[in-house]
Structures are given as structure tokens and as C-alpha cells.
Antibody
Framework: EEQLEQSGAEVKKPGESVKISCKGS????????IGWVRQSPGKGLEWMGM????????RYSPSFQGQVTFSADKSLTTAYMQWTSLKASDTAMYYC????????????WGQGTLVTVTS | VLTQSPGTLSLSPGERATLSCRAS???????LAWYQQIPGQAPRLLIY???IRATGVPDRFSGSGSGTDFTLTISRLEPGDFAVYYC??????????FGGGTRVEVK
């Protein structure tokens, strides 16, 4: 079974940058996209986009295009999401997920990384 | 857009739960999935392709439907089933969308 290990919680000030990570433990990630899902406090799930580990091809939700940047290191089976200038509204739990290339569902979820932006 | 109803379902253990998810556009190849989120935990996949149970999901969970109308049924609620349930699809522009969720709470 695939395991996704996410980096720890972050507390940042508005305007600061942060990069969170998601490491896959299995070898099946070569056939999967790694996606990111936001859950703001008390709210539902929002898909942010995804990256293909094999060639770092990315797709962004229009809602998040330009707000975050996805990257990946295939040799480390790790995906990253980065903000260059955080806002208070970025405060949320962020989950990484895997999407089989031939499917349209997220079969494994990381434990989540809580990003808190507060002055 | 995916619209889930009801917003909250109040039921007792042992009862049957029926959750609805309606899509604003036709869902290609029934690529509709359901997830369960227990408070304080990450969501987990329950059902994909509208009716296929994910590995390890008990058979009291079942998915049905096609086109624009889909249903998740929990035949007999157990204490661990009280959670929030989300449906999800990928639209024609290859963007994933989630429904707003249905909370199943203890009556």
C-alpha cells in the first residue's frame, strides 16, 4: 500500500514564503500523479492541481494558478508545493493525494500539513 | 459543479444512510468517487467509478448511479461511519471538483 508522508506544520507571517513536501514510499508513483487538496478551517475540499513525477508535468486549478508552484524530485519520489508570499487566507490543511494515470480518483491521501499564516 | 444532499443526515446506528450527489454536467465513464472524512483525519477513498469499492472498504458501503445522479448507501450504520462524505469528479477541462459534503451525525 502506498504511503504518503507530508512535512510538518508551518506557522508563518503574511508575506513570507514556505515550501511543503510529500514523499511517497512505494514504487507505484511512477504511474500516478501527485495532487494537492486544500481544506480551509471548517470547510470542504478544494483541488489545487497536480504534478506528474515522471516528467514534472503540472496542471493547476484556475483558482490556484499563480498562487502556488508545484515541483517534484523523481529520485526522491517527493512532490513539493511552494508559496512565495503567504496571505492569512492561505491558512488551511493541505493534503497530498495520488491519482492513477488511467483513473479520475485519489486513491491515497497524506496525513496533511497544516499551514497557519498569522501576524 | 457537484451538489450533495442532504447537508446533514441525522441517523441512529444500525439505520440505512442514503447520500446523493448530483452533477451539473454528464460524468464521463462514471468517473465519480466518494470519500469519507472522520473528524481530525484525512479523507479516505471509499468508492470509485461510481460503484467500485476501494480496497478494505466494508461491503455495507455501496455506490450507484450514472450520468448526473449518484448515490452512496451505507446499509447499516456503525459508530465509525459517522463522518463527512464527499463526492468528486473530474470535469471536461481535467479539473477535479468536490461536492460540498454530507455530514452523517448521530441522532
Amino acid at each position: 500500500e502506498e504511503q504518503l508522508e507530508q512535512s510538518g506544520a508551518e506557522v508563518k507571517k503574511p508575506g513570507e514564503s514556505v515550501k511543503i513536501s510529500c514523499k511517497g514510499s512505494g514504487d507505484r508513483l511512477t504511474d500516478h500523479w501527485i495532487g494537492w487538496v486544500r481544506q480551509s478551517p471548517g470547510k470542504g475540499l478544494e483541488w489545487m492541481g497536480m504534478i506528474y513525477l515522471g516528467n514534472s508535468n503540472t496542471r493547476y486549478s484556475p483558482s490556484f494558478q499563480g498562487q502556488v508552484t508545484f515541483s517534484a524530485d523523481k529520485s526522491l519520489t517527493t512532490a513539493y508545493m511552494q508559496w512565495t508570499s503567504l496571505k492569512a487566507s492561505d491558512t488551511a490543511m493541505y493534503y497530498c493525494v495520488t491519482l492513477p494515470v488511467s483513473e479520475r480518483h485519489f486513491d491515497f491521501w497524506g496525513q496533511g500539513t497544516l499551514v497557519t499564516v498569522t501576524s | 459543479v457537484l451538489t450533495q444532499s442532504p447537508g446533514t443526515l441525522s441517523l441512529s446506528p444500525g439505520e440505512r444512510a442514503t447520500l446523493s450527489c448530483r452533477a451539473s454536467h454528464y460524468v464521463t465513464s462514471d468517473y465519480l468517487a466518494w470519500y469519507q472524512q472522520i473528524p481530525g483525519q484525512a479523507p479516505r477513498l471509499l468508492i470509485y467509478r461510481a460503484s467500485i469499492r476501494a480496497t478494505g472498504v466494508p461491503d455495507r458501503f455501496s455506490g450507484s448511479g450514472s450520468g448526473t445522479d449518484f448515490t452512496l448507501t451505507i446499509s447499516r450504520l456503525e459508530p465509525g461511519d459517522f463522518a463527512v462524505y464527499y463526492c468528486q469528479q473530474f470535469g471536461s477541462s481535467s479539473e477535479a471538483t468536490f461536492g460540498g459534503g454530507t455530514r452523517v451525525e448521530v441522532k
